[in-house]
């Protein structure tokens, strides 16, 4: 006869089906949502006005959490875990906003992609081993847009003989949520 330990699994709640279907479901759209993040991230340096997306997905990201809040906020029994639930959910629709947000404007473009004119500002390389080609270094290129400084990242320099006060061609697309996005690599 085997002896009952208190975390022997004999205590254990059990799921129903649909609760397995539900639970797995978040699960894999967590782990889906953080394999874009990781294809998404190298192309935010390259995104123009990244932070008015941020801005405008922040704003959609609120107003669909309080709707969210205001649905759920009854089933909870205590206060401090509606705190909890409601902060993640807030937290977590910004980020999720964010990211489906960028990835879309940045994949589903209206237009063909056109080359504008930049001034020029640096071109420097970022990360230098011995054992490397300079054509696989990554490198940043600083330009001048509307009057501030947008840093654009790349493998191999854009550039080689240009100096300051110049302008470049820079090859972009307008995605189909009106951001530009520098189709550099």
């Known amino acids: 006869m085997p002896i009952s330990t ?3 699994g004999q205590n254990r709640v059990k799921l129903s089906r649909k609760e397995y279907f539900v ?12 394999f874009l993040l990781v294809f998404e991230l190298p192309h935010f340096n390259n995104t ?3 932070a008015k997306m941020f801005l405008l997905t922040t704003i959609l990201a609120t107003g669909t959490s309080i709707f969210i809040i205001f649905r759920i906020k009854h089933t909870f029994k205590d206060a401090v875990d509606g705190i909890r639930v409601s902060l993640i959910t807030y937290i977590g629709l910004i980020g999720l906003f964010f990211l489906f947000a960028h990835f879309i404007n940045r994949n589903i473009t209206p237009g063909q992609t056109r ?13 230098a081993s011995d ?7 990554t490198f940043i290129t600083h330009i001048q847009v509307k009057n501030d400084m947008k840093r654009l990242v790349s493998r ?4 080689n003989e240009i100096s300051e006060n ?7 697309k307008t995605g189909i949520l009106g951001f530009k ?3 550099v690599y």
Not at 131 to 137: A, F, M, P, R, T
Not at 156 to 159: I, N, R, S, W
Not at 166 to 172: C, E, L, S
Request: hydrophobic share 40%; no cysteine.
């Open 166 to 172: 110049q302008t470049v061609t820079i090859p972009v």
């Open 131 to 137: 054992s490397e080609l300079v054509s696989e270094h």
């Open 156 to 159: 191999g320099p854009l550039y």
């Open 6 to 8: 208190p975390y022997g």
């Open 23 to 34: 639970w797995g479901g978040i699960t894999l759209g967590i782990v889906l949502t953080m």
């Open 115 to 127: 080359t504008e004119t930049y001034p020029f500002l640096q071109h420097q390389l970022y990360r």
């Open 181 to 183: 996005v520098a189709k």
């Open 48 to 50: 123009f006005e990244l």
